[in-house]
């Protein structure tokens, strides 16, 4: 299954442009299996998200991205926001609780990129220095490609 786990949806995020309809749509008409809605720091009910699956016949996935004093995180399992989750330790106990996942969004965007990313081999060194970041290893993934960067 191809699902792309990070989208946004207008007037939900400023990231986007495209109505959630207009979103799925697009999604399907390039061959996806299925997308995450993952609008910035706000949740979709359930009943939202069948309505949604059903009249698209596609497969929609609850998430959120949620802005931490780390950096985005992408969150699966949780169904509403809580005071204090822009502190990273507290959205891990948050989302541990419901047994969900964080996946680090975009985590290069802001962070560890201190020259060119055209450079041979500069890619792999983020990665080398990412991959001790006590933020990364709260998370269960981390984005790796992102229209955006």
């Not at 502190?87 to 975009?106: C, W, Y």
């Amino acid at each position: 299954m191809l699902i792309d786990l990070h989208t946004h949806s207008y007037p939900h995020s400023d990231d986007s442009f495209m109505s959630v309809d207009e979103l799925i749509e697009g999604s399907k008409s390039l061959g996806l299996d299925g997308i995450c809605l993952t609008d910035h720091d706000a949740f979709w009910t359930d009943e939202q998200i069948r309505d949604l699956s059903s009249k698209h016949e596609f497969l929609v996935i609850p998430g959120c991205e949620i802005n931490t004093e780390a950096g985005h995180v992408l969150v699966f399992g949780l169904s509403q926001y809580e005071f204090g989750m822009h502190k990273p330790e507290f959205l891990r106990a948050s989302v541990d609780q419901v047994d969900g996942v964080m996946i680090a969004a975009h985590p290069y965007r802001r962070r560890f990129l201190e020259e060119p990313a055209e450079r041979p081999g500069v890619r792999e060194e983020m990665l080398e220095r990412a991959s001790g970041d006590g933020f990364f290893r709260m998370c269960r993934g981390i984005e790796a490609l992102n229209g955006r960067g």
